[in-house]
């Protein structure tokens, strides 16, 4: 079946690092890509997304490319604030919608003034 | 514009004892799912639903029950608590259709109710 693979938490940066968390995925078919982000408190927001092979999603200063080769879509922001402290989660859906998802592990990143 | 709502925030229960975690949207989304978040295992997908009177089991669906009457309201009906129902539950909803761009809707997600069996 269907599973992503995170690296493990918690992740501590100082403000204006570099900023990259691993996901792998296994998936039949040509999956869409999600990363979703929880600040604290609340629910999952869409942060970014990818549809197809060598698609780059991007928002917030955040990327991620969708590497097929690699199976791999891992996130990078190259400078992080206090303000991107947050549950990031990798995602991927085989249905061909944004619907029918299955996560990661999660990934908390905190980062220090 | 509210969202996605859910209550209560916190609830205790238990063992055996019922109850109904509400959930409710106000963006006439057709699709409405629950999942459950555990330490370590992300989100895992309970039940969901792609219109009023239409339901079926996600991954994790034992010792839960939904219903949809109506477009707004998708409800979580856990008869019996168990220990092992302690979680934070969220509700999400999408569009479902209505050509490409709707097919990646994305789901937004409630602040979720966290759940606590003794």
């Known amino acids: 079946g269907d599973s992503v693979t995170q690296m493990e938490g918690p992740v501590t940066l100082s403000e204006e690092a570099f900023l990259t968390i691993n996901c792998t995925y296994t998936?039949?078919?040509?999956?869409?890509l999600f990363w979703y982000v929880q600040y604290p408190g609340e629910g999952l927001q869409l942060l970014l997304k990818?549809?197809?092979?060598?698609d780059k999603g991007s928002n917030k200063g955040f990327e991620a490319t969708y590497r097929k080769e690699t199976t791999s879509f891992h996130l990078e922001k190259g400078s992080v604030q206090v303000s991107d402290s947050a549950v990031y989660f990798c995602?991927?859906?085989?249905?061909?919608?944004?619907?029918?998802?299955?996560f990661g592990s999660g990934t908390q990143l905190t980062v220090l003034p | 514009n509210a969202g996605v709502t859910q209550t209560p925030k916190f609830q205790v229960l238990k063992t055996g004892q019922s109850m109904t975690l509400q959930c409710a949207q106000d963006?006439?989304?057709?699709?409405m799912s629950w999942y459950r978040q555990d330490p370590g295992m992300g989100l895992r997908l309970i039940h969901y639903?792609?219109?009023?009177?239409?339901?079926d089991q996600g991954e994790v669906p034992n010792g839960y029950n939904v219903s949809r009457s109506t477009t707004e309201d998708f409800p979580l009906r856990l008869l019996s608590a168990a220990p092992s129902q302690t979680s934070v539950y969220f509700c999400?909803?999408?569009?479902?259709?209505?050509?490409?761009?709707?097919?990646?809707?994305?789901?937004?997600f409630g602040n979720g109710t966290r759940l606590t069996v003794t």
């Open positions: 999400a909803s999408s569009y479902v259709g209505g050509g490409r761009s709707m097919s990646y809707s994305p789901l937004h």
């Open positions: 998936a039949t078919g040509y999956p869409s």
């Open positions: 990818a549809t197809k092979a060598d």
């Open positions: 995602a991927l859906s085989s249905s061909g919608s944004a619907r029918q998802l299955t």
């Open positions: 963006m006439n989304h057709e699709y």
């Open positions: 639903s792609v219109g009023a009177g239409i339901t």
